[in-house]
T-cell receptor
């Protein structure tokens, strides 16, 4: 069964304490892996797309990487405003259906 | 450039009623996808519209139907509402097969 699993479910960090979020997937024929940020009660905000193993993308304090089985979202020296739920999604067929993980809720304390 | 817009923001209905949610895609986008997000969960794919046709559908009953208009805007209709339909309904627009950009969502509460 095609599946996306994110870990941990929740992560509490002190400001400046770097860490990584994990997204593992079991789909065949990956066509793209997407990272989104979601604030409470709002729609997901697009962050990155990764298409092939070895690919990396960076934006401010965030860096996303991709292997054949998983993706990592590295957060370097996070700030309180980075607190949000981070969602991972994959697209695996010719259509546009995205399969989402359940998300990682990140909390960064000052 | 306006992003994806959705209306209404919030909606309260009772069991058995019908509801229509609306979505306007980001300028230049021709594909609209709808997702349901329960509290604490990731979004679940409902269906996708392109060229006014339903291209792909997730595991949702026929009570969920949709439409896309010539200007690419879209509607999601849910009939015979159940308590379990309470969720955040998200619309996402894209150019076909490209990144999907989400709207703010419509919070539906079924009493």
């Amino acid at each position: 069964e095609d599946q996306v699993t994110q870990s941990p479910e929740a992560l509490r960090l002190q400001e400046g304490e770097s860490s990584s979020l994990n997204c593992s997937y079991t789909v065949s024929g990956l066509r793209g892996l997407f990272w989104y940020r979601q604030d409470p009660g709002k729609g997901p905000e697009f962050l990155f797309t990764l298409y092939s193993a070895g690919e990396e993308k960076e934006k401010e304090r965030l860096k996303a990487t991709l292997t054949k089985k998983e993706s990592f979202l590295h957060i370097t020296a996070p700030k309180p405003e980075d607190s949000a739920t981070y969602l991972c999604a994959v697209n695996y067929n010719q259509g546009g259906k995205l399969i989402f993980g359940q998300g990682t809720e990140l909390s960064v304390k000052p | 450039d306006a992003g994806v817009t959705q209306s209404p923001t919030h909606l309260i209905k009772t069991r058995g009623q019908q509801v229509t949610l609306r979505c306007s895609p980001k300028s230049g986008h021709d594909t609209v996808s709808w997702y349901q997000q329960a509290l604490g969960q990731g979004p679940q794919f409902i269906f996708q519209y392109y060229e006014e046709e339903e291209r792909q559908r997730g595991n949702f009953p026929d009570r969920f139907s949709g439409h896309q208009f010539p200007n690419y805007s879209s509607e999601l209709n849910v009939n015979a509402l159940l308590l379990g339909d309470s969720a955040l309904y998200l619309c996402a627009s894209s150019l076909v097969k490209n990144e999907q950009f989400f709207g703010p969502g419509t919070r539906l509460t079924v009493l």
